[in-house]
C-alpha cells in the first residue's frame, strides 16, 4: 500500500502563483507514473501534469507555459509550480502514482481555488 499526502493547496488571486506538493511513503525511484490530476465542479478528473517512466514529462495543454511539475527522488516528493492561475484552474488536485506493476494510488486532494 502506498500513501500519498498533497499540501500547498489554497486560495489564491488571478494571476499569483502556488506550489502543490505530493510526499509519497515510498521510493518515486522506479515508477511508472507520477503526477498531478485535477477535478472541477461538475467536471471530470483531468491530467495536468505528469512524469512517466523513463522521467519525460507531460502537461494538459491548458497549463504549459504556466505549470511545472518537478520532482525530488530522495524526497520521494513531486512538485506543481502553478504561476499565472486563472479562475479555471480552480479544482481540487490530486496526486497518482502508479508502480511498474501498474497498481494505482491516489491522495485525497487539495483544493485550488483562484478568486479575487
Known amino acids: 500500500q502506498v500513501q500519498l499526502v498533497e499540501s500547498g493547496g489554497g486560495l489564491v488571486q488571478p494571476g499569483g502563483s502556488l506550489r502543490l506538493s505530493c510526499l509519497a511513503s515510498?521510493?518515486?525511484?522506479?515508477?511508472?507514473?507520477m503526477g498531478w490530476y485535477r477535478q472541477a465542479s461538475g467536471k471530470e478528473r483531468e491530467l495536468v501534469a505528469g512524469f512517466s517512466q523513463g522521467g519525460s514529462k507531460n502537461y494538459a495543454d491548458s497549463v504549459k507555459g504556466r505549470f511545472t511539475i518537478s520532482r525530488d527522488i530522495a524526497k520521494n516528493t513531486v512538485y506543481l509550480e502553478m504561476n499565472s492561475l486563472k479562475s479555471e484552474d480552480t479544482a481540487v488536485y490530486y496526486c497518482?502514482?502508479?508502480?511498474?506493476?501498474?497498481?494505482?494510488?491516489w491522495g485525497q486532494g487539495t483544493q485550488v481555488t483562484v478568486s479575487s
Open positions: 515510498r521510493s518515486i525511484f522506479s515508477i511508472n507514473f
Open positions: 497518482k502514482l502508479v508502480t511498474v506493476e501498474f497498481s494505482t494510488y
